[in-house]
Structure formats: C-alpha cells, structure tokens
C-alpha cells in the first residue's frame, strides 16, 4: 500500500527566507508524485508534478522539488518566500496500473509567511 | 474552460438525516473522484469512476454511502443516514488523462449535528 508522511504540520516563516517542505511517499511500485496548495477559502490547485524524466521539476510562481528515489523523498523547496504563499501545501502519491488513479494525499503542512 | 462544479457549498444536517452532493466535472473528464477531507487530514478517495463505470470504490462505507454518475457526466454522492464522523469537505476531481493532473472542485463542507 502507498502512503505519504509530511514530516512537518506547520512551518513559520518571514517574507524573503528559504522554505523546505519535507515530503517522504511509501510505495512498491513506480510512482508519480504531487504537490497541491490549497489557499485560504480556496480549492486544491496543482502546484507541481513528477511524472517522469528530470527529477527536478518547478512550477511557475519559484517553487520547486525534486524526485529522490533513493530517498523515497520529494520535498518542495522554494529560496525566498512572499506572503502571498502563505497556503496549506499537500503532497500526494499515486501509480499507474493498479485498481485506480487515485491520489494518496499527506496530512499537509500550512505554510505560514510573515513580514 | 469551466473548472469542476459542486454544490451545495454548505449543508448542515442533523444525525441519521440523508444528504446528497453533486458534481459536474470539466467537459471531456472521463474520470472522476470524489475525495473526503477530514479537518487536519488530507483529502481521502471515496470512490473513482471512469466514464459512468465505478473504477475503485474500496474506501467508499457502502452501509451509508453511495454514488453514481449517470451518463458518464454529472456524479451525485449520498451519505443515508448521515453519521456525526462524516462532518468534513467533500471534493470532486475529474481528470482528463489520468495520473495526470487532477482538477478539484470548491468542495462542500457537510457539518453533521
């Protein structure tokens, strides 16, 4: 069975400093893995995806992550942070092949930024 | 292009009362989920559909739960009776090209009293 584990719940932070949200997935099977941001009264949007080829991927507004396999990780990194990112930040597993498509979902990390 | 629709945004119900959601997912979506998230958690799948055929409905409590999307289009998901642990959002997805990205819906936030 697959599983996520967001090793942080919150994570506070003052506007410009770096940010590392810690992702580790669980799965015996290829996966491709996800990155959603939920904003304040707002859906779950796509921040980012690894489907396959380069293990770095980014998204347009400065994040990024990168597919570790080794480390069975996909933390989501971004090197200075505005108070617009202020969100909860979910990641999410899911293979191709099985019963379904679903995605596995951490328990999420809210992001708090601060000026 | 339209995103996915849900209504409604909000229902408040008391215990062992029947509530049903619906969803309208983006044209030419043939798959679709419905997902619910417990306050502190992360989404949980209920049941996948693809096109109007139930893909994975192990995690769906059939005793109260139930869901179909006729026409392989609209999808409508009932909870009967409702019990005070389904008080969370739920959401609908749909997808064009699954795993690929999975749009969401605004969700609706079920309070059970």
Redesign the interface.
């Known amino acids: 069975a697959q599983s996520?584990t967001q090793l942080d719940s919150q994570v506070p932070v003052f506007e410009e400093a770096p940010v590392e949200l810690r992702c580790n997935y669980s799965s015996s099977v290829s996966v491709?893995l996800?990155w959603?941001v939920q904003y304040p009264n707002?859906?779950?949007?796509?921040l980012l995806?690894y489907?396959s080829g380069s293990t770095l991927v980014e998204s347009i507004n400065g994040f990024e992550a990168e597919f570790n396999k080794s480390q069975t990780s996909f933390h989501l990194r971004k090197p200075s942070v505005h108070i617009s990112d202020t969100a909860e930040y979910?990641c999410?597993v899911?293979?191709?092949g099985q019963?379904?498509?679903?995605?596995?979902?951490?328990?999420?990390t809210t992001l708090s930024v601060s000026s | 292009e339209a995103g996915v629709a849900q209504s409604p945004r909000y229902k408040i119900i008391e215990k062992r009362q029947s509530v049903a959601f619906w969803c309208n997912p983006i044209s030419g979506h043939a798959?679709l989920?419905w997902?619910q998230q417990i306050l502190?958690?992360?989404?949980?799948?209920l049941i996948?559909f693809q096109n109007n055929g139930v893909?994975?409905d192990?995690q769906l409590p059939k005793d109260r739960f139930s869901a179909e999307r006729l026409k392989g289009v609209d999808s409508t998901l009932k909870i009967q009776p409702a019990k005070l642990e389904d008080s969370a959002v739920y959401?609908c997805?749909s997808?064009f090209d699954?795993?690929?990205?999975?749009?969401?819906?605004?969700?609706t936030r079920l309070t059970v009293t």
């Not at chain 1, 707002?42 to 796509?46: D, K, R």
């Not at chain 2, 502190?40 to 799948?45: D, F, I, R």
Request: hydrophobic residues 35%; without cysteine; charged residues 10%.
């Open positions: 996520v491709y996800f959603y707002q859906g779950l949007q796509l995806k489907l979910f999410a899911t293979s191709f019963a379904g498509t679903a995605l596995i979902f951490g328990k999420g | 798959t989920y997902y502190g958690q992360g989404p949980k799948l996948q893909v994975d192990s959401l997805a997808s699954p795993p690929d990205e999975q749009y969401f819906g605004p969700g």
